[in-house]
Protein backbone atom coordinates (compact mmCIF):
# COMPACT_ATOMS: atom_id res chain seq x y z
CA UNK A 1 0.00 0.00 0.00
CA UNK A 2 1.20 3.35 -0.51
CA UNK A 3 1.16 5.07 2.97
CA UNK A 4 0.05 8.93 3.37
CA UNK A 5 1.91 10.93 6.11
CA UNK A 6 0.22 14.34 6.67
CA UNK A 7 2.03 16.95 8.93
CA UNK A 8 1.67 18.75 11.58
CA UNK A 9 -0.86 15.79 13.30
CA UNK A 10 -2.21 19.26 14.83
CA UNK A 11 -1.66 23.07 14.86
CA UNK A 12 -3.58 26.03 16.34
CA UNK A 13 -4.66 28.87 14.74
CA UNK A 14 -6.95 32.26 14.96
CA UNK A 15 -9.32 33.32 12.29
CA UNK A 16 -7.67 35.19 9.39
CA UNK A 17 -4.63 33.46 9.61
CA UNK A 18 -2.91 31.57 6.50
CA UNK A 19 -2.27 27.72 7.30
CA UNK A 20 -0.35 25.41 5.39
CA UNK A 21 -1.31 21.42 5.99
CA UNK A 22 1.11 18.48 4.00
CA UNK A 23 1.15 15.58 2.90
CA UNK A 24 3.67 13.25 1.57
CA UNK A 25 3.38 9.68 -0.49
CA UNK A 26 5.76 6.99 -0.20
CA UNK A 27 5.85 6.90 -3.45
CA UNK A 28 4.84 9.29 -6.06
CA UNK A 29 1.58 9.37 -6.67
CA UNK A 30 1.20 12.19 -10.00
CA UNK A 31 -1.63 14.06 -8.95
CA UNK A 32 -3.59 11.70 -7.77
CA UNK A 33 -4.51 13.48 -4.49
CA UNK A 34 -7.36 14.70 -3.01
CA UNK A 35 -8.24 16.38 0.53
CA UNK A 36 -11.08 16.41 2.51
CA UNK A 37 -12.59 18.60 5.87
CA UNK A 38 -14.03 16.92 8.57
CA UNK A 39 -15.47 19.37 10.68
CA UNK A 40 -16.43 17.51 14.83
CA UNK A 41 -19.21 14.84 14.16
CA UNK A 42 -20.05 15.46 10.93
CA UNK A 43 -19.10 13.61 7.66
CA UNK A 44 -15.96 14.07 5.70
CA UNK A 45 -16.96 16.73 2.46
CA UNK A 46 -14.25 17.15 -0.48
CA UNK A 47 -12.21 20.08 -0.49
CA UNK A 48 -9.53 19.51 -3.28
CA UNK A 49 -9.68 16.92 -6.18
CA UNK A 50 -6.55 15.93 -8.40
CA UNK A 51 -3.74 17.68 -5.99
CA UNK A 52 -5.12 21.37 -7.04
CA UNK A 53 -8.78 21.51 -8.50
CA UNK A 54 -11.51 22.94 -6.45
CA UNK A 55 -15.01 21.47 -6.42
CA UNK A 56 -18.10 23.87 -6.93
CA UNK A 57 -18.83 25.59 -3.96
CA UNK A 58 -15.35 25.15 -2.09
CA UNK A 59 -14.33 28.93 -1.57
CA UNK A 60 -11.56 30.45 -3.02
CA UNK A 61 -9.11 30.69 0.00
CA UNK A 62 -8.98 27.19 -0.28
CA UNK A 63 -5.84 25.69 -2.86
CA UNK A 64 -3.81 22.94 -2.93
CA UNK A 65 -0.59 22.29 -4.75
CA UNK A 66 2.25 19.73 -5.75
CA UNK A 67 2.68 16.44 -7.78
CA UNK A 68 4.58 13.22 -7.30
CA UNK A 69 5.24 12.91 -3.34
CA UNK A 70 4.72 16.18 -1.91
CA UNK A 71 1.16 18.48 -1.66
CA UNK A 72 -0.05 21.11 0.16
CA UNK A 73 -3.36 22.01 1.26
CA UNK A 74 -3.47 26.30 1.93
CA UNK A 75 -6.17 27.90 3.68
CA UNK A 76 -5.35 31.83 3.14
CA UNK A 77 -7.71 33.16 6.04
CA UNK A 78 -8.86 30.92 8.29
CA UNK A 79 -12.60 31.13 9.10
CA UNK A 80 -14.61 29.81 11.65
CA UNK A 81 -16.06 26.75 10.00
CA UNK A 82 -12.22 26.16 8.91
CA UNK A 83 -11.52 24.11 12.69
CA UNK A 84 -11.74 20.92 11.27
CA UNK A 85 -9.75 18.16 10.55
CA UNK A 86 -8.15 17.83 7.44
CA UNK A 87 -7.48 14.56 5.40
CA UNK A 88 -5.02 13.57 2.26
CA UNK A 89 -6.18 10.78 0.40
CA UNK A 90 -4.77 9.12 -2.53
CA UNK A 91 -5.83 7.30 -5.84
CA UNK A 92 -2.95 6.43 -7.72
CA UNK A 93 -2.89 3.05 -6.41
CA UNK A 94 -6.42 0.43 -6.77
CA UNK A 95 -6.30 0.35 -2.96
CA UNK A 96 -6.88 3.95 -1.86
CA UNK A 97 -5.80 5.32 1.43
CA UNK A 98 -5.84 8.56 3.99
CA UNK A 99 -3.30 10.14 5.36
CA UNK A 100 -3.37 10.26 9.60
CA UNK A 101 -5.24 13.72 9.71
CA UNK A 102 -4.22 17.14 10.73
CA UNK A 103 -6.38 19.37 13.16
CA UNK A 104 -6.82 22.45 13.16
CA UNK A 105 -7.73 23.93 16.52
CA UNK A 106 -8.61 27.48 17.56
CA UNK A 107 -5.43 29.27 19.98
CA UNK B 1 -28.33 17.01 -5.08
CA UNK B 2 -27.44 13.65 -4.52
CA UNK B 3 -28.20 11.86 -1.08
CA UNK B 4 -26.65 9.02 0.46
CA UNK B 5 -27.99 7.40 3.30
CA UNK B 6 -26.49 4.35 5.73
CA UNK B 7 -28.76 2.54 7.67
CA UNK B 8 -28.08 -1.42 9.92
CA UNK B 9 -28.09 -2.12 13.33
CA UNK B 10 -26.06 0.06 15.57
CA UNK B 11 -24.63 -3.14 16.96
CA UNK B 12 -23.03 -6.58 16.20
CA UNK B 13 -21.63 -9.53 18.46
CA UNK B 14 -18.20 -10.38 18.12
CA UNK B 15 -17.51 -13.29 15.41
CA UNK B 16 -20.85 -12.68 14.20
CA UNK B 17 -22.19 -9.93 10.26
CA UNK B 18 -22.14 -6.18 10.30
CA UNK B 19 -25.00 -5.54 7.61
CA UNK B 20 -25.02 -2.26 6.35
CA UNK B 21 -27.44 -0.89 3.52
CA UNK B 22 -26.73 3.02 1.98
CA UNK B 23 -29.36 4.03 -0.06
CA UNK B 24 -28.92 6.64 -2.63
CA UNK B 25 -30.95 9.70 -4.12
CA UNK B 26 -30.62 11.79 -6.67
CA UNK B 27 -28.58 9.58 -9.24
CA UNK B 28 -28.84 6.74 -10.30
CA UNK B 29 -26.73 3.97 -8.60
CA UNK B 30 -26.28 2.73 -12.72
CA UNK B 31 -24.31 5.59 -13.78
CA UNK B 32 -21.12 4.17 -15.66
CA UNK B 33 -18.78 7.04 -14.43
CA UNK B 34 -19.53 6.28 -10.61
CA UNK B 35 -18.28 3.66 -8.12
CA UNK B 36 -19.81 3.15 -4.73
CA UNK B 37 -18.35 2.99 -1.77
CA UNK B 38 -17.51 2.05 1.79
CA UNK B 39 -15.39 3.48 4.43
CA UNK B 40 -14.77 3.56 7.89
CA UNK B 41 -13.48 5.80 11.11
CA UNK B 42 -12.72 4.18 14.60
CA UNK B 43 -13.34 6.19 17.42
CA UNK B 44 -10.78 9.14 17.75
CA UNK B 45 -8.87 7.62 14.75
CA UNK B 46 -8.60 8.47 11.02
CA UNK B 47 -9.98 7.03 7.65
CA UNK B 48 -9.92 3.24 5.99
CA UNK B 49 -10.83 2.66 2.96
CA UNK B 50 -13.12 -0.81 2.66
CA UNK B 51 -13.70 -1.04 -0.66
CA UNK B 52 -16.32 -0.20 -3.64
CA UNK B 53 -18.75 -1.73 -6.03
CA UNK B 54 -19.74 -0.86 -9.65
CA UNK B 55 -22.93 -0.95 -10.92
CA UNK B 56 -22.06 -3.88 -13.26
CA UNK B 57 -21.04 -5.55 -10.12
CA UNK B 58 -17.21 -5.28 -10.53
CA UNK B 59 -15.05 -4.55 -6.91
CA UNK B 60 -12.36 -3.48 -5.36
CA UNK B 61 -11.80 -3.90 -1.91
CA UNK B 62 -8.98 -2.99 0.46
CA UNK B 63 -6.52 -6.25 1.05
CA UNK B 64 -7.17 -5.79 4.84
CA UNK B 65 -10.61 -6.91 4.51
CA UNK B 66 -10.86 -9.27 1.42
CA UNK B 67 -10.71 -12.20 3.10
CA UNK B 68 -14.48 -11.59 5.17
CA UNK B 69 -15.74 -8.57 2.98
CA UNK B 70 -18.74 -8.66 0.72
CA UNK B 71 -20.08 -5.46 -0.84
CA UNK B 72 -22.78 -5.99 -3.07
CA UNK B 73 -25.24 -3.56 -5.43
CA UNK B 74 -29.25 -3.33 -5.61
CA UNK B 75 -29.60 -1.55 -9.37
CA UNK B 76 -33.73 -2.33 -8.90
CA UNK B 77 -33.62 -0.38 -4.89
CA UNK B 78 -30.46 2.23 -5.83
CA UNK B 79 -28.81 0.43 -3.09
CA UNK B 80 -25.74 -0.90 -2.11
CA UNK B 81 -24.53 -3.09 0.63
CA UNK B 82 -21.52 -3.59 3.23
CA UNK B 83 -21.06 -7.13 4.79
CA UNK B 84 -18.00 -7.86 7.26
CA UNK B 85 -17.78 -11.34 8.67
CA UNK B 86 -16.44 -12.46 11.96
CA UNK B 87 -16.02 -9.17 13.24
CA UNK B 88 -14.33 -8.00 16.77
CA UNK B 89 -14.12 -4.89 18.87
CA UNK B 90 -11.33 -3.31 16.52
CA UNK B 91 -14.12 -3.61 13.61
CA UNK B 92 -16.21 -0.92 15.96
CA UNK B 93 -16.38 2.23 14.14
CA UNK B 94 -18.02 4.75 12.03
CA UNK B 95 -19.05 3.51 8.77
CA UNK B 96 -19.47 5.83 5.82
CA UNK B 97 -20.78 5.44 2.20
CA UNK B 98 -19.41 7.51 -0.44
CA UNK B 99 -20.13 7.98 -4.03
CA UNK B 100 -16.64 7.14 -6.14
CA UNK B 101 -15.78 9.36 -8.84
CA UNK B 102 -14.82 6.49 -11.31
CA UNK B 103 -12.01 8.77 -13.06
CA UNK B 104 -9.58 10.30 -10.65
CA UNK B 105 -11.31 7.97 -7.61
CA UNK B 106 -12.31 10.73 -5.04
CA UNK B 107 -15.41 10.25 -2.94
CA UNK B 108 -18.19 13.06 -2.95
CA UNK B 109 -20.88 13.14 -1.57
CA UNK B 110 -20.41 10.77 1.49
CA UNK B 111 -23.36 9.54 3.50
CA UNK B 112 -23.95 10.74 7.28
CA UNK B 113 -22.08 7.84 9.00
CA UNK B 114 -23.65 4.44 10.66
CA UNK B 115 -22.26 4.27 14.18
CA UNK B 116 -21.55 0.60 14.97
CA UNK B 117 -20.20 -1.14 18.06
CA UNK B 118 -19.21 -4.76 18.40
CA UNK B 119 -19.58 -6.09 21.37
CA UNK B 120 -21.26 -9.45 23.50
Known amino acids: DIQMTQSPSSLSASVGDRVNISCRAS??????LNWYRQRAGKAPELLIYAASSLPSGVPSRVSGSGSGTDFSLTISSLQPEDFATYFCQQSFSSSLTFGGGTKVEIK | QVHLQESGPGLAKPSETLSLICSVS??????????WSWIRQPPGKGLEWIGY???????NYNPSFKSRLTISVDTSKNQFSLKLRSVTAADTAVYYCARVDAAIFWFDPWGQGSRVTVSS
Open chain 1, 27 to 32: QSISNY
Open chain 2, 26 to 35: GDSISSDSDY
Open chain 2, 53 to 59: IHHSGST
